[in-house]
């Protein structure tokens, strides 16, 4: 049972075991000619064809250059399945904890009176606390947090920009 940053890490491990098969010249991008010549040393048959074959799979604005977003970008799609139930089960797992009265939903004043009670946080710490996970969570402002409010944080957290 992989957590959401243990999917991230095996999509990072996933581009760069990537980028070492082909990037021959090491700018972290791949060309049409770097992906032939890997086939060819590898006697992969028809290295040009396979080539095309990569290009339309992963060259998604069709530049001719497949760029680590886009390696990244298949990456997280191979790994998608795995990634969605991480999201699914951290945010069970959110849930459980601060969702004391069940409705999955997670009200301003219910995450305030759960961080006093099984954080010991005085109610000054506790509402800063709630302030600043509602200020990133609570898109809607309606101080309510929702599971499809949830899911969209954790994934977001889970999509590094680089
Ligand atoms: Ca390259
Ligand atoms: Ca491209
Ligand atoms: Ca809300």
Same mark, same amino acid.
């Given at each position: ?14 581009v760069e075991?990537m980028l070492q098969?082909y990037d021959?010249?090491?700018?972290r ?21 396979? *080539?095309?074959?990569? %290009?339309?799979?992963? #060259? /998604? @604005?069709? $530049? ?5 977003? +886009?390696i !990244? =970008? ?55 606390? *709630?302030?600043?996970? %509602?200020?990133?969570? #609570? /898109? @809607?402002? $309606? ?5 499809? +409010?949830? !899911? =969209? ?10």
């Amino acid at each position: 049972m992989a957590t959401v940053s243990e999917v991230c890490q095996k999509i990072e491990d996933d581009v760069e075991s990537m980028l070492q098969k082909y990037d021959k010249d090491g700018d972290r991008s791949l060309t049409r000619s770097e992906v032939i010549e890997y086939f060819t040393q590898n006697k992969v048959k028809n290295p040009k064809i396979s *080539a095309v074959m990569i %290009f339309k799979l992963l #060259d /998604t @604005d069709r $530049d001719d250059t497949i760029s680590i977003n +886009e390696i !990244r =970008k298949h990456a997280t799609k191979l790994n998608q399945k795995n990634l969605e139930d991480a999201i699914t089960r951290e945010v069970k797992q959110f849930l459980g904890r601060h969702d004391t009265n069940g409705d999955q939903k997670i009200t301003f004043d219910e995450f305030v009176e759960d961080l006093v009670k099984t954080e010991k946080m005085d109610k000054e710490t506790a509402k800063d606390t *709630a302030d600043f996970f %509602f200020s990133e969570i #609570d /898109t @809607d402002k $309606d101080n309510i947090l929702t599971v499809a +409010e949830l !899911r =969209k944080y954790v994934g977001s957290l889970a999509n590094p920009q680089q």
